[in-house]
């Protein structure tokens, strides 16, 4: 074998002869991922009030492993939004990098001076995702992730709202990605089921809602963890971020119902 480091594991060429790289193909048609392999899965979002709530867990799967157990997919745009990523974890350090891009851009033009209305906020920054998603769809290449935008418009209202690979968006007083848009919304959608339930939900229980929500999911989703990063964007206020969260009051005594279950006898 070759010992030299830059041709390590392959044959001698002066034994075997030149490597042959005809077969490699490189002049065949360029591909994109069509299939994720490193995911996270549901996001959860609830309006109340004054602000919102948004909380995803921690966990990154390898298919079905649970491999990585610190990602933390919130992300903190400004003291108006937060984002919060479902789907392929790579794609989402890249939109990740991209929102750094944008963010050091807008702060290189505007001044110490300029009044906070003039910051991007939730209903800009999901209008600009939008477009990035739209694009990278319409090249064949698309962002493989479900995007939560929590935050507040331009009139200091609460904002929620979603945008998906294909540039797909809707707003709503409640939203969930993955598993959590069929066993987190019905949930939601008991206490919040329009955007006047909304304008009298508290904190307090805005807050429990979605902790109820990300406990139900750690129940039934295989793909997610108890560890849970939760915040809350409000008005005059800072983000209130936090990243290590773990579910409290857990109980299994529900699956002893379930049939099938252990000895249970069908």
Not at 30 to 37: E, L, V
Not at 100 to 107: A, F, G, M
Not at 135 to 157: C, H, M, Q, T, Y
Request: with cysteine; proline share 4%.
């Amino acid at each position: 074998m070759e010992h030299h480091p830059q041709a390590w594991g392959r044959p001698r060429d002066d034994i075997y002869g030149a490597y042959d790289h005809s077969y490699l193909q490189t002049a065949g048609p360029k591909s994109h991922t069509q299939s994720p392999t490193v995911t996270g899965t549901s996001v959860v979002a609830v309006k109340y009030k004054d602000g919102v709530v948004i909380a995803a867990d921690n966990l990154a799967s390898y298919g079905s492993l649970a491999r990585f157990t610190d990602v933390k997919r919130l992300r903190r745009y400004n003291r108006k939004v937060v984002l919060g990523f479902g789907g392929d974890v790579s794609d989402m350090q890249h939109l990740d990098r991209t929102l750094d891009s944008l963010s050091v851009r807008e702060n290189y033009s505007t001044s110490h001076d300029t009044p906070s209305s003039a910051e991007l906020h939730a209903k800009n920054l999901h209008t600009y995702l939008q477009k990035v998603m739209y694009k990278r769809r319409s090249d064949f290449n698309p962002l493989w992730n479900v995007i939560l935008i929590a935050g507040l418009d331009g009139e200091e209202k609460p904002f929620l709202a979603s945008v998906d690979l294909l540039g797909t968006t809707f707003t709503s007083p409640t939203l969930a990605s993955g598993f959590g848009s069929m066993l987190a919304q019905p949930i939601l959608r008991r206490k919040v089921p329009d955007e006047e339930a909304a304008s009298k939900l508290e904190k307090d229980e805005a807050i429990e809602l979605v902790k109820e929500c990300m406990k139900v999911l750690f129940y039934r989703d295989a793909r997610s963890m108890d560890q849970y990063s939760i915040a809350v964007v409000a008005q005059g206020q800072d983000v209130e971020m936090k990243q290590n969260e773990k579910l409290e009051k857990q109980s299994w005594a529900f699956a002893e119902g379930i049939r099938g279950y252990g000895t249970q006898v069908a």
